[in-house]
């Protein structure tokens, strides 16, 4: 069958004189494949991207946290290293993810109800959900004074 084109098929490629050739990856764009559904993909993931609900602190919890907070903010000027655990909201859809930030609390602030720290971090009060550091330690949950 190949004998038809025997006399063309060792000359080099034609090159036009008109149109400059394609380079490789617009050659290779016109076989991609097409996405009839803009965003499609980009939903699907999003939708499948696990988040992490709210956990409801019951009273016990809340007090233990109120009380640590007080004790943080009457020893600031000590610059206590905390580990503060707290939910952080997802933008996208409900539900959020728990994180843990370690640093130095720079202050704490009742009118906007946010934990400050040093690197500018911002922490709701409603948010925390653990309050660690060495501070703590040598005090027991239940006897740490209300302030």
Do not use: W
Not at 106 to 114: L, M, T, V, Y
């Amino acid at each position: 069958m190949t004998a038809r084109y025997d006399d063309i098929m060792h000359l080099p490629h034609p090159n036009s004189s008109k149109h400059p050739r394609m380079a490789a990856l617009g050659r290779a764009a016109q076989f991609a494949p097409f996405a009839a559904l803009n965003g499609y993909e980009g939903t699907i993931r999003e939708t499948a991207r696990l988040t992490d609900a709210k956990a409801e602190l019951d009273e016990d919890k809340i007090a233990a946290l109120d009380m640590k907070l007080r004790f943080l903010a009457d020893h600031l000027s000590e610059c206590p290293e905390v580990s503060i655990t707290y939910f952080r909201a997802d933008g996208k859809k409900e539900g959020g993810a728990y994180k843990k930030v370690t640093g130095t609390v720079k202050k704490i602030d009742a009118f906007e109800k946010a934990v400050i720290m040093t690197d500018t971090t911002a922490i709701q009060i409603t948010d925390i959900f653990e309050i660690t550091g060495s501070l703590f330690a040598s005090i027991d949950e239940d006897e740490m004074p209300c302030l």
